[in-house]
């Protein structure tokens, strides 16, 4: 089994392997030629998150800078917002409903490293999906961590961190995130 193969299934893998360097690099170079984009090159940009990203549905609008690590592992629903400095470190599937909206500076990693120091020091880790449902907004500085769900309608305050899974139709806020109330 490849590398690339063990990271897709969420085994431990070596994120020096020659292939996922490839995939990285490729990605990276087409983020870099996204971020600099002149904004009102509008068709050029979309072309451009098409070929960065696995799915990209109808209306979707990624503010510059934006990067990520492989791009083919992001799936975006439509009418998606995501206002400046997005940090997708997609190891794993990162998945967004419709009508999801992201201020700035927020981050999503799916990444996860082990935690006996040798191991570790070997040059492998593993890394869980994260799943976002529809109708999702989240307030600037947000943090969301590896094998988070959170669920259809519901809200991230600012400066958050995400550990757990967030239930439909809460408010969430802090570090970590916790219920603070119902809505909808």
């Not at 002149?38 to 050029?44: A, G, L, T, W």
């Not at 009508?99 to 927020?106: A, M, T, Y």
């Not at 799916?110 to 989240?138: C, M, Q």
């Amino acid at each position: 089994m490849s590398e690339k193969e063990k990271m897709l299934k969420g085994e431990l893998y070596s994120y020096n392997d020659k292939e996922l360097i490839q995939d990285r690099t490729r990605c990276k170079t087409l983020c870099f030629e996204y971020n600099n984009t002149n904004f009102s090159e509008i068709k050029k940009r979309s072309n451009l998150l098409k070929k960065i990203l696995g799915k990209v549905g109808s209306n979707c609008l990624i503010e510059q800078i934006f990067q990520c690590d492989y791009g083919y592992n992001i799936e975006i629903g439509d009418n998606f917002y995501a206002n400046h400095n997005l940090l997708i470190l997609d190891c794993a599937k990162v998945t967004f409903g419709n009508n999801v909206l992201i201020g700035p500076n927020c981050s999503f990693y799916t990444p996860e490293h082990p935690l006996d120091a040798t191991t570790r020091n070997s040059g492998v880790e593993y890394a869980k999906e994260i799943k976002v449902g529809s109708n999702v907004w989240f307030g600037g500085n947000v943090t969301v961590l590896s094998g988070v769900h959170i669920d259809d309608n519901s809200i991230i305050g600012a400066g958050s961190v995400v550990t757990k899974d967030i239930p439909k139709n809460v408010l969430v806020a802090g570090n970590p995130a916790k219920i603070i109330k119902t809505v909808g």
